[in-house]
């Protein structure tokens, strides 16, 4: 009997991520990923128990390495027109430093994925929940710190900041200009106002 190989998990799904990432889930094969992983598929599926398994450690991974910067900043209590500067200035120059304009694997997975995807479709909202929450909660603290009108409606500002950001990234795959994303940026922010 063969002895399979030992592997790092933690390593694997690194990997994986960025081989996701970059090439979404339908265009990443079993075969590309044990290339990649440099594990033959019974470890594989041993490991994570199918490619979507992978792919659900994977987007955890991202959410992990990703959102929980954006998190981090927007938990600041900061004025809020410099947390969301620093918040979508993040976004704008992951865009313009990524050389493959892999976009975000979120939105990619939302756009790939669901809605046939239940547990993709899962993941992708509660990325997007958490993130929509942090700024909404931003938004209410500054509002109590009296930098926000008292009649701007969090919940929608935060709504208009995350499908901003979403949009941002996709823009940034097709044109990653940093004076174009950051005019774009500026003219969000006059929201705030």
Not at 7 to 27: I, N, Q, T
Not at 113 to 120: H, Q, S
Not at 138 to 167: I, S, V, Y
Request: glycine residues 6%; aromatic residues 6%.
């Amino acid at each position: 009997m063969a002895r399979t190989r030992e592997f790092d998990a933690d390593e694997a799904v690194g990997r994986a991520m960025d081989l996701f990432w970059e090439r979404g889930y339908e265009a990443t094969s079993l075969r590309d990923l044990t290339d990649a992983l440099e594990i033959g598929s019974g470890s594989l599926y041993a490991a994570f128990g199918s490619k979507d398994g992978l792919f659900q450690a994977a987007l955890a991974r991202y959410r992990q390495e990703q959102a929980q910067p954006l998190l981090d900043a927007l938990s600041s209590d900061e004025e809020i027109r410099s947390v969301m500067r620093r918040v979508l200035g993040m976004l704008v120059a992951t865009a313009v430093t990524d050389q493959l304009r892999r976009g975000c694997l979120v939105v990619n997975s939302a756009t790939e994925r669901i809605p046939r995807d239940a547990d993709t479709a899962a993941a992708v909202r509660s990325v997007l929940a958490s993130i929509r929450g942090a700024i909404e909660d931003a938004l209410r603290r500054a509002r109590q710190r009296g930098e926000l009108a008292p009649d701007k409606d969090a919940r929608a500002l935060a709504g208009f900041f995350l499908t901003f950001m979403n949009g941002l990234r996709v823009a940034a795959k097709t044109d990653p200009d940093e004076q174009s994303l950051t005019r774009s940026m500026e003219a969000a922010l006059t929201v705030l106002d």
